[in-house]
């Protein structure tokens, strides 16, 4: 097996982090002496979060493939990585199927399932080379268990899951480990928000009541726990939900 680049020992590159788990992945490892990249869309909320961490911003649409292509060439330039973290992705739409809007769609499966299978496919090459690669993906428990009105994203989650399934059966031979986190309700900023199309009062409903929903903090905890195992410690499934939410179906609420 090529141990090329076994140099780079504590590299990540981290999706969707210009907010909630992804950001806050991106504070968690810089702290622990992490090389970071830092990738999303939003070049300058990825500014501030390199500015703070120090962190190498590059700006990117993980479904993009010209786009990946180039920071795929970006990452190569400055070094490489031997983590990718990709937690890109997200719900748009809470309709019954029976209402279910071809744009909602299109933006799950885009962004969770192509996304992570664009980039993935384009790092993988440099995660071989170094000879101890890995790769975290965050699905949900929406892809365990269906509900009202998540078709949508609970099918882009069921197909995250599936295909972090078979690269981790098609990558061992390569010595890539492959983790998959599965978080239940975790308050962010944005998630509810534009699952809910901007709705600040339906999105605050989602939490409503909820004693001690997690946080990215949370979860990004159990992702940098994760990597920094040493590498022949495969946490290859994490489902983590708040003590309130003893189920998908099970969230307890104060009724006061
Ligand atoms: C989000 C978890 O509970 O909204 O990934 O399905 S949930």
Redesign the pocket.
């Known amino acids: 097996m090529s141990t090329q680049n076994s140099a780079i020992q504590h590299a990540a590159l981290v999706t969707g982090a210009s907010s909630g788990i992804g950001e806050a992945t991106v504070r968690a490892l810089s702290a622990r002496g992490w090389k970071v990249f830092a990738v999303a869309r939003r070049a300058e909320r990825l500014a501030a979060l390199a500015e703070e961490t120090g962190a190498i911003s590059v700006p990117a649409d993980v479904t993009d493939d010209d786009q990946v292509a180039a920071l795929l060439a970006t990452v190569e330039a400055a070094g490489g990585i031997n983590t990718l973290i990709n937690i890109a992705g ?2 748009r739409g809470a309709d019954y199927l029976g209402e279910a809007k071809n744009e909602d769609w299109d933006f799950m499966l885009q962004a969770n399932v192509m996304g992570t299978m664009k980039i993935t496919r384009a790092f993988l090459p440099m995660l071989r080379a170094h000879g101890e690669g890995t790769v975290l993906n965050l ?5 365990l268990v269906s ?1 009202e009105g ?1 078709s949508g ?2 099918a882009a ?1 069921a197909a995250q899951r599936a295909l972090t399934q078979a690269l981790r059966l098609e990558e061992v031979v390569n010595n890539i480990r492959v983790i998959e986190v ?5 308050q962010t900023e944005e ?2 928000l534009r ?1 809910l199309g901007g709705d600040s009062e339906k999105a605050a409903k ?1 939490y409503a009541g909820v004693a001690k929903p997690l946080t990215a903090e949370d979860i990004a905890d159990i992702v940098s726990y994760a990597v920094n195992a040493p590498h022949h410690v495969n946490l290859d499934e994490i489902v983590v ?1 708040p003590v309130a ?1 003893a189920a ?1 179906h099970k ?1 307890i609420r104060d009724q006061a």
């Open positions: 997200g719900a699905t949900s428990t929406a892809g509900y998540g994203y609970n989650k599965l978080p239940g309700l975790v998630f509810a699952r989602t939900r939410q998908a969230l």
